[in-house]
Each structure stands twice: as structure tokens, then as C-alpha cells.
């Protein structure tokens, strides 16, 4: 039981947005900066979004990130058969001595 | 670039010690802007904080694996270990050793991730 929770699957066609949500509660999304991080099969995963809505360099602004209270969305739009992958998010929890926690993951499947 | 390499056994005996090694190119493992982690995915299934390693030494655990698990640094060779005693096969997983950094205001969890090793605990 992750926790932070999230939808295990959602799915979209080609150019349509898609969003994937992420929920917790007080000592860590409702206090702390939310992550997101993009896993290709077999693959390591590889950070999307930081401090909430943040985009590193080389990410497509395709990706968007946002958040309120205890809960945050990651946002894609114009979506391409490229971006069928797992989603997890994740953020510090202040309750866990400086542990970081994750969502369960959602599976993106592009129709 | 920065890179990192997760090495050690890929088949670990129940009851004994899980150990890797996570050799670092292209960052310092001394600089006071980045903090060292393990992290583990068991097969078809999402991601597992285990723990992280600051530039002093500092230790922070996942509670749920505290009692088991040690993660170390080594200066010299610029790399950083993790210790998991008594295994069972719940650990078989891959295990990813990464970087986290301090930006400004942010506390990045991991910006870049080794391809990670897979660990299956069987006798």
C-alpha cells in the first residue's frame, strides 16, 4: 500500500490530454514540494516534474505539473505513442524522518 | 555526465547480506550538493525509498527497513554502498542507486538514476 495514491491505470488517444493524479495528506504533499517521474519499459525512470510544476531542462512543456492542498496532477497534453510509460509521483514526508514517498504508479496507454 | 553503476550479486542466499556498490562519474560524491540513495522496485510493481546518504555521513532509513539496512560512502573511490542483512524473498527486486540534489528551495529525491541491478533472494 503506497502512500501515496494514485489512479493504476489511465489511457488516451494520440493529440488528446491526459492527466494523472496523486493524493496525500498533510506531512507530505500538503507541506512538501511534489516530483513526478517518467519509467519506460525496462527502463530507469527519469525525473519529469520538480517543486510542483517545474520542468529540468529537455523536458517538452507538453508536461505540466500542478498542486492543491493534499493533492497534484500531472498534466500531458498532445499525447504521442512515445509517452506510454509508468507515471509515479512523489514527495518528502515529514512524518517519516526525511523519507521520501512514492504513488503507486499509473500505466499511460496511448490507444 | 553524470553516471552511476550499480554492481554486486545478482542471486543473494535467504537469511544472509544483500550488497551492492554504486560507482559515481561525473559528480562528487563529497559535494554537500547532492545526497546518495537506494532504491528498490520489486518485479511489476511501483518504486521503494530505502534510504540516503548525505556529504557527512548523515543516514536516513525507510522505517519499514531500518532494523536491516546500512548505506555507506567511500570518499576515495567516489562511490557509496547499500547492506541489507537478512534477506528474504520479499528483497528480490531491482535496486536502483541514485542522486539527489539540493536546488535552491527544492530537494530534488533524484535527478539521476543508475539502470538499476536485479536482486533475486533464492536458494
Known amino acids: 500500500q503506497s502512500v501515496l495514491t494514485q489512479p493504476p491505470s489511465v489511457s488516451g488517444t494520440p493529440g488528446q490530454r491526459v492527466t494523472i493524479s496523486c493524493s496525500g495528506s498533510n506531512s507530505n504533499i500538503g507541506t512538501n514540494y511534489v516530483y513526478w517521474y517518467q519509467q519506460l519499459p525496462r527502463t530507469a525512470p527519469k525525473l519529469l516534474i520538480y517543486g510542483d510544476n517545474q520542468r529540468p531542462s529537455g523536458v517538452p512543456d507538453r508536461f505540466s505539473g500542478s498542486k492543491s492542498g493534499t493533492s497534484a496532477s500531472l498534466a500531458i497534453s498532445g499525447l504521442r505513442s512515445e509517452d506510454e510509460a509508468d507515471y509515479y509521483c512523489a514527495a518528502w514526508d515529514d512524518n517519516l524522518s526525511g523519507v521520501v514517498v512514492f504513488g503507486g504508479g499509473t500505466k499511460l496507454t496511448v490507444l | 555526465q553524470v553516471q552511476l553503476q550499480e554492481s554486486g550479486p545478482g542471486l543473494v542466499k535467504p537469511s544472509q547480506t544483500l550488497s551492492l556498490t554504486c560507482n559515481v562519474s561525473?559528480?562528487?560524491?563529497?559535494?554537500?550538493?547532492?545526497?546518495w540513495s537506494w532504491i528498490r522496485q520489486h518485479p511489476g510493481k511501483g518504486l521503494e525509498w530505502i534510504g540516503y546518504?548525505?556529504?557527512?555521513?548523515?543516514?536516513y532509513y525507510n522505517p519499514s527497513l531500518k532494523s536491516r539496512v546500512s548505506i555507506s560512502v567511500d570518499t576515495s573511490k567516489n562511490l557509496f554502498s547499500l547492506k541489507l542483512t537478512s534477506v528474504t524473498a520479499a528483497d528480490t527486486a531491482v535496486y536502483y542507486c541514485?542522486?539527489?540534489?539540493?536546488?535552491?528551495?527544492?530537494?530534488?529525491?533524484?535527478?539521476?538514476w543508475g539502470q538499476g541491478t536485479l536482486v533475486t533472494v533464492s536458494s
Open positions: 541514485a542522486r539527489g540534489a539540493r536546488d535552491g528551495t527544492y530537494y530534488v529525491p533524484v535527478d539521476y
Open positions: 546518504i548525505n556529504h557527512r555521513g548523515g543516514t
Open positions: 561525473g559528480a562528487s560524491i563529497s559535494s554537500g550538493a547532492y545526497f
